[in-house]
């Protein structure tokens, strides 16, 4: 059974296009060579990523990114073995996204809501990821290595 790890981060510094490009060259390079799958959500300040794969693999992957200091305030949100891999297809799957994705998740007052404050507050993160699996990728805001 596969197992799945996913957390919220923030970024210390804006991140530029160049930035999240030198990410994901390695990290899918690093991902195929240690038979890790998942997705990256950025929304231009924190990061949602699911790592899916075998347990150990999982694990050290996590442990790596724990290390970057490109990011902080690291928060794991699940761990879990899961039936089967939900997003196999992808070494790193991406997806830029900005507040207007989050008009799903609205605040009383109908203000877009941040990721790391809608995944912290409503707890939706297994439900963003599976609906960014379902939907799929919009090519647009993807960053191809």
């Known amino acids: 059974m596969p197992f799945q790890l996913g957390y919220v981060s923030t970024a210390v510094e804006q991140m530029l296009r160049e930035d999240l490009l030198a990410i994901l060259k390695v990290s ?3 991902n195929r060579d240690n038979g890790v799958t998942g997705l ?8 949602l990523q699911v790592l899916e794969g075998d347990e150990a693999a999982v694990r050290e992957t996590y442990g790596r990114i724990a290390q970057d200091e490109r990011h902080r305030d690291l928060n794991v949100l699940f761990e879990e073995q899961v039936d089967s891999a939900q ?4 070494s790193m799957g991406f ?3 900005d507040g207007v994705d989050w008009l799903e ?10 990721l790391r404050e809608m995944i912290e507050r409503y ?8 609906k960014m699996h379902l939907h799929g990728l ?7 290595t």
Do not use: N, Y
């Open 105 to 114: 998740f609205p605040t009383s007052d109908e203000r877009p809501i941040a």
């Open 138 to 144: 919009d090519p647009q805001l993807e960053l191809p």
């Open 123 to 130: 707890g939706q993160a297994k439900d963003l990821l599976r």
């Open 95 to 97: 997806q830029a996204v």
């Open 87 to 90: 997003f196999g297809q992808w």
């Open 40 to 47: 990256l959500l950025f929304d231009g300040k924190d990061f």
């Open 28 to 30: 899918r390079r690093t």
